[in-house]
C-alpha cells in the first residue's frame, strides 16, 4: 500500500497525516486555508471550538519534545478533544510490552487518534497499517524521514509574507543528512511551485544525491544565500559535533553561522525562520533570530493552527 493509499480514504478524503511526499497540491493548500479559518479562535474569550467534542487524542511521544508535544496537545484542546500524554518512559513500552500490544490497549480505551513521534523511520506508517479503521494517526517526527507539520507550518507563515510561492528562491541552512525537517520541507516547496530551493552545508552533513530531492546543494554559506527570498536555519545537534562529521561548534559557526553580515547577501525584505530550538550563536546570531527579518515565533504560533487544521481534517470534523 503506498503513502497516498494510506493517507487517504476511499473517497480521497484525510484519514492519516504521515508525509507530504504522496500530498498534492490542492491538499497542502486546503490544509493551509483551514488553518488559516481557526486563526480568530485565539482571539476569542474561550479559545475553543467544538469540532471534536467528545474525542480522545493520544499523544504517543517515544522520543522527547516539549515545544512539538505542547502544541499538538494545545491544538487537540482548542478542537475540545480529550488529550492523553502518555509518557512512553515508564510506559508498557519501556517493560518490554510490544508496540502493538500498547496500541491495541489504548485502542481498547476507545480513542480516537494518535499522534506519534518515534526515533525510527517508518514507525507511524507502520501504527497506520495496524490500528482499527475509526483511528487517525498523525506523524509527529519519525527518525530522519519526516515531520510533515513542522513542514506545513513552516510553508504556511512564508505564505502568511510571500504568497507568490513560484517567484521565490528558499535555502535551508545546517544539518540536511539527519534533519527530517529539512526532508519535508524540500517535498512541501518543491510541490507548491517554489523553483529554487537550496541545501547549504558543509559537505559531511550533505545527503548523496540530495539533488533527486529537487534542492539544490551549496557547500559555501555566502554564495548560497545570493538573493534569497526566505532562509531556512536548521538546528545543528551537537552529538554531530563529537563525531567526524564537524570540527567544532566555533569553526561551524564561522563557515555556516548566519550573521547580520551574511543575511545582507539575501533579498532587503529575506525572512529568517528555524524550526527551534535555536542554538545561539551556533547556528545564528542573537541579532539575527531577534531581528526584523526574524518570522520565528510567528511559526511556533502558527504551528497551533496547523496541527488543528490537520487533526479536524483527519477526523472529518471540517467540510471539504
Not at 127 to 146: F, K, T, Y
Not at 201 to 207: F, G, H, I, K
Not at 209 to 228: F, I, N, R, S, T
Amino acid at each position: 500500500m503506498g503513502d497516498e493509499d494510506l493517507q487517504l480514504d476511499q473517497q480521497g478524503r484525510l484519514r492519516h497525516f504521515l508525509t507530504l511526499e504522496a500530498l498534492s497540491r490542492e491538499w497542502l493548500t486546503r490544509i493551509m486555508d483551514t488553518a488559516e479559518s481557526f486563526g480568530s479562535v485565539t482571539e476569542q474569550k474561550v479559545k475553543k471550538v467544538p469540532l471534536l467534542r467528545g474525542k480522545t487524542v493520544v499523544n504517543l511521544f517515544f522520543e522527547t519534545s516539549t515545544r512539538t508535544r505542547t502544541t499538538f496537545e494545545l491544538a487537540a484542546k482548542r478542537l475540545s478533544a480529550d488529550v492523553l500524554n502518555l509518557n512512553v518512559a515508564v510506559s508498557a513500552t519501556a517493560k518490554g510490552e510490544s508496540l502493538l500490544d500498547t496500541i491495541r490497549n489504548l485502542e481498547a480505551m476507545f480513542v480516537d487518534m494518535f499522534v506519534v513521534r518515534h526515533a525510527d523511520s517508518g514507525a507511524a506508517h507502520f501504527i497506520a497499517r495496524h490500528v482499527a479503521p475509526h483511528i487517525s494517526v498523525i506523524n509527529a517526527g519519525d527518525g530522519r524521514h519526516a515531520h510533515p507539520t513542522q513542514a506545513l507550518l513552516d510553508v504556511f507563515t512564508i505564505r502568511r509574507h510571500k504568497p507568490d510561492f513560484e517567484s521565490l528562491k528558499v535555502a535551508i541552512v545546517g544539518d540536511i543528512l539527519h534533519s527530517r525537517v529539512a526532508r519535508s520541507q524540500i517535498h512541501a516547496l518543491k510541490t507548491l511551485g517554489v523553483p529554487e530551493v537550496r541545501v547549504i552545508a558543509p559537505r559531511t552533513l550533505l545527503p548523496v544525491a540530495v539533488e533527486d530531492l529537487g534542492a539544490e546543494p551549496y557547500c559555501d554559506l555566502d554564495a548560497g544565500l545570493e538573493d534569497v527570498d526566505v532562509v531556512i536555519m536548521l538546528r545543528l545537534q551537537r552529538e554531530r559535533m563529537q563525531g567526524a562529521l564537524l570540527p567544532s561548534e566555533h569553526e561551524y559557526y564561522q563557515c555556516f553561522g548566519l550573521t547580520q553580515a551574511r543575511l545582507e547577501r539575501a533579498k532587503p525584505d529575506c525572512l529568517v525562520m528555524h524550526p527551534g530550538p535555536i542554538n545561539r550563536g551556533v547556528e545564528m546570531a542573537s541579532d539575527v533570530a531577534d531581528g526584523v527579518h526574524s518570522v520565528i515565533l510567528e511559526q511556533v504560533s502558527h504551528g497551533i493552527g496547523i496541527r488543528m487544521a490537520v487533526m479536524a481534517l483527519a477526523m472529518g470534523a471540517v467540510q471539504v
